[in-house]
C-alpha cells in the first residue's frame, strides 16, 4: 500500500494496513509509525484509534479469528456426533485462517488471547465437551489440548512453506540412519497440508479426553 494523505479512516482501515505490512515484513514490521505512514497518518492521529503496538495486535488477532466460532458443523446425518464434528470443524477453520497470513502464527502468539473471537473459539470448544459428558475443567482442559495442537500444526506448516526450496530440495539430515524411524516414517509427510491427516490427529486428541 502506497502512502497517501487521507481525510479519514476506521479501525478496519487501520487493520486491513497492518495485515499489508505483515505479510511483507511479518510481526516484527508492524508499527504504530509504519501503519500510519501507509495511511498518510501521523503517529500521533494513529494513537486516537490504537494507545500502542499491543492494542493493534490485538485488534489483528481479532480480525483474524473472526467467525472461526461461528462456522457451522457437519450436517445433522452426519456419521460423527454433532459436538465432535464442531469441534473438528473450528480446528479445521482455525488452521486453514492461519495458513492464509504469512505470519498469522506468530502474530496469535504474540499475546494472550484473551479477545471476544478468541474467547468465542475457546468457550465454542469447550461446550462442545461438556455436550460430550465432561466436566467443565476437563472441558477447559480437551479444548485447550485442541487449541494447542491446531497451533503447533500450523506453525509446522508454516515454517515448511517458508523454507527455501533448494533447502527441502536437499537429502534429508538423517540420512546417514542416525534417525531411522523418523527416515522411515517420512513418507507420512506430518508437516504437510493435508486435511483428512489434520482430522486424524485432531480426532486422536479428542479420543484421549472423551474415550
Known amino acids: 500500500m502506497k502512502p497517501g494523505p487521507r481525510r479519514s479512516v476506521s479501525q478496519s482501515d487501520i487493520v486491513d494496513a497492518a495485515f499489508e505490512i505483515l505479510e511483507e515484513k511479518g510481526v516484527a514490521g508492524v508499527s504504530v509509525r509504519g501503519v500510519a505512514g501507509a495511511l498518510g497518518l501521523t503517529p500521533t492521529a494513529m494513537y486516537t484509534y490504537f494507545d500502542s503496538k499491543n492494542a493493534l495486535l490485538q485488534a489483528m488477532v481479532e480480525q483474524l479469528l473472526a467467525g472461526i466460532a461461528t462456522r ?8 460423527a456426533p454433532a459436538w465432535r464434528e464442531r469441534v473438528t470443524t473450528i480446528a479445521l477453520a482455525l488452521r486453514a485462517r492461519l495458513a492464509e497470513h504469512a505470519g498469522g502464527v506468530v502474530l496469535v502468539t504474540s499475546g494472550p488471547l484473551d479477545g471476544p473471537n478468541a474467547l468465542a473459539v475457546a468457550e465454542t470448544i469447550i461446550e462442545a465437551f461438556v455436550e460430550a459428558g465432561l466436566e467443565v475443567e476437563d472441558a477447559a482442559r480437551a ?3 485442541v487449541r494447542a495442537f491446531t497451533l503447533g500444526q500450523a506453525a509446522l506448516e508454516a515454517a515448511r512453506r517458508t523454507a527455501p526450496v533448494e533447502a527441502s530440495a536437499q537429502q534429508p539430515l538423517w540420512s546417514d540412519s542416525r534417525h531411522p524411524l523418523v527416515e522411515q516414517t517420512a513418507r507420512l509427510d506430518l508437516d504437510g497440508e ?18
Open 72 to 79: 457451522p458443523g457437519a450436517d445433522e446425518d452426519a456419521a
Open 143 to 145: 479444548g485447550h489440548a
Open 194 to 211: 493435508g486435511d483428512d491427516e489434520f482430522a486424524a490427529a485432531i480426532g486422536r486428541v479428542i479420543d484421549g479426553y472423551t474415550s
